[in-house]
């Protein structure tokens, strides 16, 4: 087993140099491989980690707020680099993403995009069982022959308590670092995603060969232990909520056509639903905001209108200006919905790039009125920032102010899970706290962070950050924070079975009690 060349931890800035010390002594022979890989000399290397480091510190909006740790293996890296002739390109990426995972930004990667990953068998190997979250746990699945629904692997211990001697929580927070600071939901449902390519986290923290991996099974008061071999295949497990329209979030991914009338539907008891699988954009689909707008219109007579955006990926903000014309009440609006602010060293006058596009607008900006103005300052008054940044280094703030359009005296439920990511997020967040509005479900993914993209000079390795800092209104980052519902429907085990899509069902009786007289 060879060691990654420059394995990352957690440590105090007391023993940063003893810890290079000791990386020192355990990878000194990095550069015999048994693989043939890109390789960058030390000086080039040390001047895209200069680089890489410039990037953070002048265009990441989140470096600003994450913690000192983040500098420690800067200092580290920076060390290790210089007691190596040479690097293999696609290991200095990790590292880099590794300093990354620091931070809250759920945007960001570091990525090597020449690197071909088939020469490495360990790359192409996966776990052997389905994974699926339960809770706080995770259940040990296998797919029914010829059904879409899954039964336990291990029936008499149907829970994973540990991976490779590590508790399952800590074998997440460790290799499949990049979710390290992801909301709690969410860092165990992106873990066991990562942990289906187990043997592209092994790679990626220092093995270069399939070892045999110890698991851990529990049925909460026995336990049972054995070894596995990791298999050619992904096994994979498919949420309940997305099985009817996995195909259309594929169309809307790729911008592909499809049948619009197939996102909504009336249910029992005159209760009306909608499934948003993307955050489509309008260039896309040139027709879609006058569909979405016919079909919200012909459900104002509903007891109640259904959003499904659970498993939800992001996009643009088009269709959330769309809904908010209906959602926010008239006397809710102006309704300040989400404040940001662009990380820069030196003012400059908006409109700032990619700004307008998500409909965020400074304070003077002739996008707003006089009445704009004062809900924002009203806003204001009782706003404050749960994250302290040094403003010095930010633009001025960006406000999206939403405002009713079209009469809609209906209550509005948004249904959400722990995989609303970017867009869809935000789409949570802008509408909680609008008294006909409440959340369902579980708390989301979050992120809303402007992203760039930046290649070293070099290496050519693709970082991707952040360049911004997003608030939700109760002064929350959505990054690491996500958005908590009002009304908690976590799925149980039936959901994660595959049976039955419990969550929205609960969902729909928890409406039937609210409103049986509407």
């Not at 873990?191 to 990626?204: A, Q, S, T, V």
């Not at 989400?338 to 307008?356: H, W």
């Not at 997020?425 to 509005?437: A, C, Q, R």
Request: glycine residues 4%; aromatic residues 12%.
């Amino acid at each position: 087993m060879k060691k990654n060349f420059l394995f990352i931890i957690s440590i105090s800035a007391v023993i940063t140099t003893i810890i290079g010390v000791i990386w020192h002594q355990k990878h000194k022979a990095l550069l015999t491989n048994k693989y043939s890989f890109q390789k960058i000399h030390q000086a080039r290397a040390l001047e895209d980690f200069n680089e890489f480091k410039t990037i953070l510190e002048r265009k990441s909006s989140y470096v600003q707020v994450s913690n000192p740790e983040v500098y420690e293996h800067l200092e580290i890296l920076e060390q290790t680099i210089k007691q190596h002739d040479s690097i293999e390109v696609h290991l200095f990426a990790y590292e880099f993403e590794k300093i990354i995972a620091e931070t809250i930004d759920r945007h960001a990667y570091a990525r090597h995009p020449d690197f071909n990953e088939d020469k490495i068998e360990l790359l192409n190997l996966y776990f052997p069982y389905i994974l699926a979250p339960f809770m706080d746990k995770a259940l040990v699945l296998k797919k029914e022959p010829g059904l879409e629904t899954y039964d336990y692997a291990f029936k008499a211990y149907p829970y994973l308590k540990q991976i490779h001697k590590m508790p399952l929580h800590d074998f997440i927070e460790t290799y499949a670092y990049r979710r390290k600071n992801a909301p709690k939901a969410s860092k165990l449902y992106d873990g066991l995603r990562d942990i289906r390519y187990i043997g592209e986290l092994l790679y990626k923290n220092g093995h270069d060969a399939e070892i045999p991996i110890e698991l851990v099974l529990t049925n909460g008061k026995k336990d049972t232990t054995f070894n596995i071999n990791l298999v050619p295949e992904k096994q994979s497990w498919r949420n309940t909520a997305t099985r009817a329209y996995s195909d259309i979030s594929d169309k809307m991914y790729f911008g592909e056509p499809f049948e619009y009338e197939r996102l909504s539907t009336w249910l029992k008891d005159s209760i009306a639903y909608i499934n948003i699988p993307d955050m489509a954009s309008y260039y896309d689909y040139t027709d879609l905001e006058a569909h979405i707008t016919k079909t919200i219109d012909g459900f104002s007579t509903a007891q109640a209108l259904i959003v499904d955006i659970r498993n939800n990926g992001g996009g643009t903000r088009e269709i959330l200006n769309t809904l908010s014309g209906y959602f926010v009440q008239p006397e809710q609006s102006p309704w300040v919905a989400n404040i940001t602010y662009v990380r820069q060293d030196e003012k400059s006058k908006p409109p700032i790039d990619g700004m307008n596009s998500r409909f965020l607008y400074t304070y003077n900006s002739d996008q707003f009125d006089e009445k704009d103005r004062e809900a924002i300052d009203q806003f204001n008054k009782n706003y404050t920032s749960k994250t302290q940044f040094d403003t010095d280094k930010f633009s001025e703030p960006h406000y999206m102010i939403l405002k009713n359009k079209r009469p809609f005296d209906v209550p509005v439920y948004i249904l959400v899970n722990q995989n609303c990511f970017s867009a869809a997020s935000v789409f949570t967040s802008v509408f909680k706290g609008l008294p006909n509005v409440k959340i369902a479900g579980v708390t989301t993914n979050g992120s809303s962070g402007r992203s760039h993209k930046f290649t070293l000079q070099h290496s050519k390795i693709k970082i991707k950050l952040s360049t911004m800092l997003s608030f939700q209104r109760n002064g929350k980052t959505l990054d690491g924070n996500g958005t908590q519902p009002d009304l908690i429907i976590p799925m149980d085990e039936t959901h994660v079975l595959g049976k039955s899509d419990t969550q929205l069902e609960q969902l729909i009786s928890h409406i039937k009690t609210q409103h049986a007289t509407r």
